[in-house]
Structures are given as structure tokens and as C-alpha cells.
Nanobody, 126 residues
Framework: QVQLVESGGGLVQAGGSLRLSCAAS????????MGWFRQAPGKEREFVAA????????YYGDSVKGRFTISRDNAKNTVYLQMNSLKPEDTAVYYC???????????????????WGQGTQVAVSS
């Protein structure tokens, strides 16, 4: 079992920044892929970013490339999502997700992740 707890959401003006945190506990190891997704009202859950606990490459959705950065702190078992140049269309509930990946594969579909946090609301005003 893996437990994920997000924090750091809030209300920010367009052009501003926020940093989300996802604290992981339980059965996580270097084989896990950690992802961030978001879901706006009436829309499907959307891939935002992903990284591996073991390090290496990072992956981003097209709508956030160049503005968001995913990172991890293995010592703290925490994954971060730094969000810069925020836009009103970034408004959504942001979720942290985890999936075991023994062969290092990274997934982009929300349905491919087994473990989820409770979500944190991000609202960007224009």
C-alpha cells in the first residue's frame, strides 16, 4: 500500500507561481513512477507531469511544458510540482499518483495509476 498526501494548493493571480508537494509513505521504492494529474470541472483527468523515484527523465503534458517542473526529494519521500506563469486554465484539482514500474515504463493515462492522493485545489484568477 502507498499513501499520498498533497499540499500547497491555493488561489493565485495569473502569472503567479505555486509549488505543490506530495508526501509518500508506505511501500514506495525506486521502481515507482510518480505522476501529477489535474481535473477541472466537467473535464477528464489530465496528465500534467511524471518522474521516476530512481531519477532520470521527466515528462510533461503539452499544456504545461516550459512552465511546470516536477522534482523529487528521495530523502523526504516527497515529489514536488513547481508551477510558474500560471494561467486561469490551470485552475483544477491537482492529484498526485503513484504506480509501480519494475521495467521503468512511464504512463500518461490516469487509469494506469493505482495509488492516488486526495487532491489539492488550485485556482488561478485573471
Amino acid at each position: 500500500q502507498v499513501q499520498l498526501v498533497e499540499s500547497g494548493g491555493g488561489l493565485v493571480q495569473a502569472g503567479g507561481s505555486l509549488r505543490l508537494s506530495c508526501a509518500a509513505s508506505g511501500r514506495t521504492d525506486s521502481s515507482y513512477v510518480m505522476g501529477w494529474f489535474r481535473q477541472a470541472p466537467g473535464k477528464e483527468r489530465e496528465f500534467v507531469a511524471a518522474t521516476k523515484w530512481s531519477g532520470g527523465s521527466t515528462y510533461y503534458g503539452d499544456s504545461v511544458k516550459g512552465r511546470f517542473t516536477i522534482s523529487r526529494d528521495n530523502a523526504k519521500n516527497t515529489v514536488y510540482l513547481q508551477m510558474n506563469s500560471l494561467k486561469p486554465e490551470d485552475t483544477a484539482v491537482y492529484y498526485c499518483a503513484a504506480q509501480a514500474s519494475p521495467w521503468g515504463r512511464v504512463w500518461y493515462g490516469w487509469h494506469e495509476y493505482e495509488y492516488w492522493g486526495q487532491g489539492t485545489q488550485v485556482a488561478v484568477s485573471s
